[in-house]
């Protein structure tokens, strides 16, 4: 009976998608950290243990949770979105601002590159190594 649940479980959890961004990752973060704390209780079949994971997992995913959901409504785009997906948004709204065209910017200073002079240097410019005592 137990197993059946537990498979039932299993195939529910299976069935979420969780977008990207932050919110999708740490969340998934919290649900593999709970069935860790989870795996190593049921291993120790301790009651006083199993009281204290259930306290702990509780006191753990509230405080996670509502940390995510705070920061989740002072920026509801990085929370949502990934990286790339992220990056392109802004750049739709840069455009829009700026009535389809992205100001440039200088990637990097294009200059030649320096010239060594090789003569200078000279063989018996080069001091050896010190040895160390005892070597």
Do not use: W
Request: with cysteine; charged share 20%; net charge negative.
């Amino acid at each position: 009976m137990n197993q059946n649940k537990l498979t039932e479980a299993i195939e529910k959890i299976g069935k979420v998608s969780l977008r990207g961004g932050i919110f999708g990752k740490t969340t998934l973060a919290l649900i593999t950290t709970v069935i860790c704390i989870s795996a190593i209780v049921l291993a120790a079949r301790n009651l006083y243990l199993d009281i204290a994971a259930v306290i702990l997992i509780f006191i753990f995913s509230a405080y996670f949770l509502r940390r995510l959901l705070q920061f989740a409504e002072k920026n509801p785009l990085i929370a949502i979105l990934d990286g790339a997906e992220f990056v392109a948004h802004e750049r739709i709204i840069q455009e829009s601002k700026y009535g389809g065209v992205l100001q440039s910017q200088a990637n990097a200073i294009d200059h030649a590159q320096p010239i060594i002079d090789n003569a200078s240097i000279e063989a018996d410019d080069i001091e050896e190594p010190k040895k160390i005592e005892g070597q």
